[in-house]
Nanobody
């Protein structure tokens, strides 16, 4: 099976930066789209950013110009560089990867989430 491990969350002051990582392991043949989602208390989970296998990126309007998504295919890892953080960025952040495993079929896999808290 496939496992995703997230890291990089924590507490940061407004204006600060964090870098999230999500690494996939297991029986992986190919990874298509990689993305980051977040969910704040009382809100639905929302897309933050994603990146396709050819490097095309997409960002939520609320994070454009502040966040950067990238991927390292050799490491089966996706990153989210978060700069100029705001209190409204506080949420649990989840990675989601579209992965072709040993079944030779694509499926979505979710990380377990990492807490990002932006507070003064």
């Amino acid at each position: 099976q496939v496992q995703l491990v997230e890291s990089g969350g924590g507490l940061v002051q407004p204006g600060g930066s964090l870098r999230l990582s999500c690494a996939a392991s297991g029986m992986i043949f190919r990874i298509n789209t990689m993305g980051w989602y977040r969910q704040a208390p009382g809100k639905q989970r929302e897309l933050v950013a994603d990146i396709t296998d050819d490097g095309t990126t997409n960002y939520a309007d609320s994070v454009k110009g502040r966040f950067t998504i990238s991927r390292d295919n050799a490491k089966n890892t996706v990153y989210l560089q978060m700069n100029s953080l705001k209190p409204e960025d506080t949420a649990v952040y989840y990675c989601k990867l579209l992965i072709m495993s040993g079944t030779l079929r694509y499926n979505d896999y979710w990380g377990q989430g990492t807490q990002v808290t932006v507070s003064s």
